[in-house]
């Protein structure tokens, strides 16, 4: 059965259950899945625990993914690199400052190689972080481009890597 079929016999609140069901079926199989919502393009879900605290930044952070870059922004309005964190990790009861050089100074050292979703990541001499998704995938609020996710094996992350702390 179609999803237009099932409108034209269900009610409303009929297909939103369904609609979740499947959707909890399918987070809970353990698939990596992108779904598009009105032709943009949602990231699956970060790893980690869902009960992780980084885990959860991470996961509201992708809810900003195509907001405007904003210098000094951090609100859904527009975001800078440590304002994406700040906002994300306030979400999450974590209060953090509103900059990288001084959000690195949080948390401990992480190892490259030991990363988990919601490490802060950080980069050029502490003037850009993100927040780590998991499978070598962070994301930033950058200028230009806004939030965007790059890959920590890009040329100009990789050569500018200064470290990572897990709060």
């Keep these: 059965m179609t999803l237009r079929a099932l409108r034209a016999v269900a009610s409303p609140l009929h297909v939103s259950v369904l609609l979740g069901v499947l959707l909890i079926a399918v987070a809970c199989s353990g698939k990596r899945v992108a779904w598009e919502d009105g032709g943009a393009v949602v990231p699956p879900p970060v790893e980690g625990p869902a009960a992780s605290r980084g885990a959860a930044a991470a996961r509201i952070a992708t809810r900003y993914l195509g907001a405007p870059y904003v210098w000094g922004g951090a609100s859904a309005a ?36 030991q990363l988990q979703a919601g490490d802060l990541v950080f980069f050029n001499r502490l003037h850009h972080n993100g927040i780590y998704l998991g499978e070598g995938r962070f994301i930033h609020a950058t200028k230009p481009g806004g939030v965007r996710i790059a890959r920590l094996d890009d040329d100009w992350f990789r050569s500018r890597w200064v470290g990572a702390r897990r709060l």
Excluded at 98 to 109: F, I, L, M, S, V
């Design 78 to 113: 527009g975001f800078d690199c440590s304002g994406l964190i700040t906002h994300a990790y306030g979400k999450v009861g974590v209060s953090i400052p509103h900059n990288a050089a001084q959000q690195y100074r949080y948390g401990t050292a992480v190892a490259r190689d």
